[in-house]
């Protein structure tokens, strides 16, 4: 049964896989993420009547189908305007992309098209922009957080920051070992950016609100260069992308029993080879036709 949670007057949140914010903006409210599918967008939308709270906007985060895939029900049926960071937005009204990026640019096979990485498309009526901005009559700042996806965006309000997928929790970590990151240089900027905040909330998306935000700001700094360093630990040898995927989910402990799984990692191994490679610290050899990376 999911429920409203008031962190202040104006700003709430509904626990859940994905937390979603709830804000009082003028007559309406505004959602922050809309969750999985159907039955997400359902379960808000039963809070919202029950609390006497009508739907007037939604701003997504980014375009991974847990944030956006109850957009579709709530567009449809409360007439909800979709705001969304450029970039995101393409694949939230596309969202075909994300399981065409995972595989590589080609058609996704069917493994790939389920709704953990295949969402309805949604509209999206305004592109989120840096800055201040006003939902009926309420301001917001709108930051930009990329690095776990290409151009995610958090929003802070009333001195509480939603700050989407910057942070996982200990137990996530623990449990998936390699996090989903798209560009790892910028995941860092964003990661030392957000350690330097310092405002009364925090509520990530995948993890119970905090009010300090350093502790898990720190645990996943260690993670990204935990894997830097076992990435490059790996490449004393030429290695393909796949071989270097492979021995690090071995030292890792980690069974990847999923295709989509797989898939999920591998681009992420892939950000974090390409951030080596423009660091210098990793190089590209080609020979008899096979791709290896290799330490510098
Ligand atoms: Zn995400």
Request: contains cysteine; aromatic residues 6%; negative net charge.
């Amino acid at each position: 049964m999911m429920e409203l949670k008031h962190l202040t007057e104006d700003v709430a949140y509904i626990p859940g896989a994905v937390n979603i914010g709830v804000i009082k903006t003028g007559d309406t409210v505004t959602l922050i993420d809309t969750g999985l599918d159907k039955d997400s967008g359902r379960g808000v939308r039963k809070i919202l009547e029950a609390e006497g709270l009508k739907l007037g906007h939604i701003v997504n985060t980014h375009s991974h189908a847990d944030h956006f895939g109850g957009n579709d029900y709530l567009v449809r049926n409360l007439g909800a305007q979709v705001y969304a960071p450029p970039i995101e937005s393409g694949i939230i009204q596309n969202p075909l992309l994300e399981p065409v990026y995972l595989f590589h640019g080609a058609t996704p096979i069917k493994d790939l098209r389920n709704k953990f990485v295949l969402a309805k498309p949604s509209p999206v009526h305004h592109l989120l922009e840096p800055g201040v901005t006003s939902i009926e009559g309420k301001t917001m700042q709108i930051i930009p957080l990329p690095g776990h996806s290409f151009n995610q965006m958090g929003v802070l309000v009333d001195d509480i920051m939603f700050c989407a997928d910057t942070v996982f929790s200990e137990r996530v970590i623990e449990k998936y070992r390699i996090p989903v990151v798209q560009d790892v240089g910028k995941h860092l900027e964003t990661l030392e950016k957000l350690r330097e905040t310092n405002h009364s909330w925090y509520v990530p998306s995948h993890t119970k609100p905090t009010e300090d935000i350093i502790e898990l700001v720190d645990r996943n700094l260690e993670t990204v260069n935990a894997i830097l360093e076992d990435v490059q630990g790996i490449l004393d040898e030429p290695k393909s992308s796949e071989e270097v995927q492979t021995e690090l989910c071995i030292s890792y402990g980690l069974d990847l029993g999923v295709v989509q799984q797989y898939y999920l990692i591998h681009t992420t191994v892939m950000a974090y080879l390409g951030y080596l490679y423009e660091e210098g610290k990793v190089k590209i050899e080609l020979k008899n036709n096979k791709l290896s990376w290799v330490l510098v």
